[in-house]
């Protein structure tokens, strides 16, 4: 594989994250996992890429989140000293990111990929604006100096269902971004599972997180902090280095409208314990956005494995419907060989034989010997006849060959409908194949069996002439062995009569009588070895026939039933190289990152 230069693989691998967040947007119960895989795109194209690119690691950023309505855009206020985000009583009010600029010279990162699809808008835009676009506000200078003069503070939509795939991937793109995140949860609903999950989410990525309680009475504050922290926090995953995260809580209690409006002047009390919180996980920038890098390729490689799960079962899913494709296949082949092939006597060869016979007869004027001969052994013929008549027992009635061919489609097809029917609740692929059946799957597959069929049927017609003929012109094309069996066969005949008259003279007329015994004898040692000769060849028209099955029937058709499911779409292919590709790079952009922060 070739090694991609710094931006191609922050490219391909930001690509391939993203194109397999697609693929699990599209399978409902995925969006949960789709959202991690948003983040780790996202981790890539905002906090790698940069880093490797060598952009300065100020400005930082502060990312608010939270459920909706927790009360995020106050705190953001809070945050920057004024209210300048639009906090709002409906709740989702806040559909896009915006940024808050600090009212010196920081700008936002300028390389290619940063906050994926996201639009900047330069205008202001009411802040449920709900479009896949981020706005940049740059705050006012005050005379006072500002504690958050190095970082960007983003208002962010909120964290309900994994389900809305805007909001989600907004949030994605910011939370990624942050050095540090502000998760906001409110009394009523600070253990919401969607947002803990988040807030799990974030921690995992070695995020620095601080938390803010809104909303509680104040004297309820302190049992409310210690609540939180058992029941959310204590039940937080480890950091990628291992060790267990300490996530300050800070509480923002009920406050009247003037001290909410005001969290310079009158809020400024709660103001400042949430910017020390801040502060304190970040020193100074360098050490901290490092951190920020170094533990997003920490959690790519981590979680780099969890995140491709998906694509490993899906892989595995489609693995297993094209077994049981194979397995259906095998049971059509069994069948044909049981039910038909086995009872199949090809009557044709019959004739095939006979002219085998007639081959060792005499030709021109030896005629006349053998026709004196035949009229001698007409007793045998007719012994013969009588016997076979009453011995062999007369052909069971074979069905026809496309009665069983299609009984064995029908049971194909039933079988794979059936498993597909039982495992519909496992996995989309055998939904896929289950939905495909009550459409115009079967139809579909039918018509590519009738057409199969009949090159199949002028395949067989044309080995089972072509072996017959070949039985019969192998010996007519050799002249030495035909006529040492016509001359074997007067020397045989010619030997009984002889003898016959040598050892019985002078012969009575019941001496007379072995001389037909004898040629009907030599006679029927002819048939015998025409018989072997042509069964020989009915094997080999029958293994044919085997082989002719499946080259021109089964196997065509098992490749284009196991390949169905890939073939709306969902690119499994593409899965394969994702799986291939996508740990090859998560090391070679760890690796960068790693060679890069110590020089
Ligand atoms: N009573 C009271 N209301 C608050 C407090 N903090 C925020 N609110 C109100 O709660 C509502 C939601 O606050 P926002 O800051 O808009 O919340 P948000 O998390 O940004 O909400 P969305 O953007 O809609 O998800 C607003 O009406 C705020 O005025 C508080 O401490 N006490
Ligand atoms: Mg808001």
């Excluded at 010279?105 to 604006?129: C, D, H, Q, Y």
Aim: charged fraction near 25%.
């Amino acid at each position: 594989m070739h090694v991609p230069d710094t931006r191609a693989a922050v490219g391909e691998l930001a690509a391939d994250l993203g194109w397999l967040e697609d693929h699990c947007r599209a399978q409902p119960g995925l969006a949960a996992h789709a959202g991690s895989l948003r983040l780790a795109s996202a981790l890539t194209r905002n906090v790698i890429g940069p880093f490797l690119e060598d952009q300065p690691a100020r400005p930082l950023h502060v990312a608010v989140v939270g459920g909706a309505g927790a009360g995020k855009s106050t705190v953001v206020n809070f945050l920057c000293g004024s209210v300048v985000a639009e906090a709002n009583p409906q709740a989702g009010y806040t559909r896009h990111p915006t940024a808050f600029l600090p009212a010196g010279g920081a700008t936002l990162p300028g390389t290619i990929g940063f906050l994926g699809p996201m639009r900047r808008v330069s205008e202001e835009k009411p802040a449920n604006l709900d479009e896949d676009v981020y706005q940049v506000r740059r705050l006012q200078p005050t005379s006072a100096a500002d504690p958050l003069g190095e970082f960007v503070v983003w208002d962010c939509p909120d964290m309900t269902t994994w389900a809305s795939t805007g909001y989600v991937a907004r949030l994605m793109e910011v939370a990624a971004l942050a050095d540090v995140v502000v998760y906001v949860a409110s009394d009523e609903r600070y253990n919401d599972e969607v947002p803990t999950q988040f807030l799990h989410l974030a921690v995992k990525a070695g995020k620095a997180v601080v938390c803010v309680l809104t909303k509680m009475r104040e004297s309820d504050a302190p049992a409310m902090v210690e609540h939180f922290q058992q029941e959310v926090l204590g039940r937080l995953p480890p950091l990628p280095s291992g060790s267990i995260p300490a996530v300050p809580v800070v509480p923002f209690p009920q406050m009247p409208p003037a001290v909410r409006n005001d969290p310079a002047g009158a809020g400024a009390k709660y103001r400042v314990q949430l910017l020390n919180q801040i502060l304190v996980q970040c020193e100074s920038a360098d050490a901290a956005r490092k951190r920020t890098v170094s533990n997003a390729a920490r959690y790519l490689a981590t979680a780099g494995d969890g995140l491709l799960d998906v694509a490993r079962r899906d892989l595995a899913e489609f693995d297993a419907w094209k077994g049981a494709v194979r397995v259906g296949r095998l049971d059509f082949e069994d069948r044909y060989r049981k039910e038909y092939l086995s009872g199949e006597q090809f009557r044709r060869f019959d004739r095939y034989r006979e002219q085998l016979v007639e081959l060792v007869e005499l030709p021109g004027a030896g005629r006349m010997w053998g026709n004196v001969l035949w009229v001698l052994r007409a007793p045998y013929r007719w012994g013969r006849d009588t016997l076979t008549r009453l011995v062999v027992r007369p052909d069971t009635l074979n069905l026809s060959e496309k009665t069983v061919l299609d009984a064995a489609l029908v049971g194909w097809l039933d079988g794979l409908r059936a498993e597909a029917l039982r495992r519909t609740g496992s996995h989309p692929v055998w939904k896929a194949v289950a939905h495909g059946f009550d459409g115009r799957l079967t139809a579909e597959v039918r018509d590519r069996f009738q057409q199969a069929f009949r090159t199949f049927e002028l395949k067989e017609t044309d080995d089972l002439e072509a072996t017959g003929r070949q039985l019969v012109s192998k010996l007519e094309g050799n002249p030495g062995l035909l006529y040492l069996l016509r001359g074997g066969k007067l020397t045989a005949d010619i030997v009984v009569v002889g003898a016959v008259v040598v050892f019985t003279w002078v012969p009575s007329w019941y001496h007379i009588l072995l001389i037909p015994l004898g040629v009907s004898a030599t006679h029927q040692t002819a048939e015998l070895a025409a018989r072997g000769a042509t069964e020989a060849a009915r094997l080999k028209v029958r293994s044919h026939r085997e082989e002719l099955v499946q080259t021109t029937l089964t196997a065509p058709l098992a490749e284009w039933l196991a390949q169905w499911p890939a073939t709306g779409g969902t690119a499994f292919e593409k899965l394969q190289q994702v799986l291939a590709r996508v740990p090859l790079l998560i090391r070679q952009l760890e690796e960068k990152v790693t060679a890069k922060m110590t020089t």
